[in-house]
Nanobody, 117 residues
Framework: QVQLVESGGGLVQAGGSLRLSCAAS????????MAWFRQAPGKEREYVAF????????NYAVSVKGRFTISRDNAKNTLYLQMNSLKPEDTAVYSC??????????WGQGTQVTVSS
């Protein structure tokens, strides 16, 4: 199974931008669909975005569509999430996940994103 480590979180003012990275180890990264999720304090984990193994197709939650962009570099075994026009309600721990056989099989530990108003 692929192992995942997120980075790039931090504190940013509303309207600002951050780019998250998810470094994957293992030889299956390029064959895995990948996703970003987030979880705010006291709330359920929320789906953010998905990208197919080739990177040709993406999908976004309504709450982030038009502001966030998911991408991947299979040569670098890395998944990205570019977040623009950040809002305080985007504050959460963001985690990446690898999909296989119709389910998410590997998760990272998460990186904190805090957006101040």
């Amino acid at each position: 199974q692929v192992q995942l480590v997120e980075s790039g979180g931090g504190l940013v003012q509303a309207g600002g931008s951050l780019r998250l990275s998810c470094a994957a180890s293992g030889r299956t990264f390029s064959s895995n669909g990948m996703a970003w999720f987030r979880q705010a304090p006291g709330k359920e984990r929320e789906y953010v975005a998905f990208i197919t193994s080739s990177g040709h197709n993406t999908n976004y939650a309504v709450s982030v569509k038009g502001r966030f962009t998911i991408s991947r570099d299979n040569a670098k075994n890395t998944l990205y999430l570019q977040m623009n026009s950040l809002k305080p309600e985007d504050t959460a721990v963001y985690s990446c996940a690898a999909a296989a056989d119709g389910r998410y099989v590997s998760w990272g530990q998460g990186t904190q994103v805090t957006v101040s108003s």
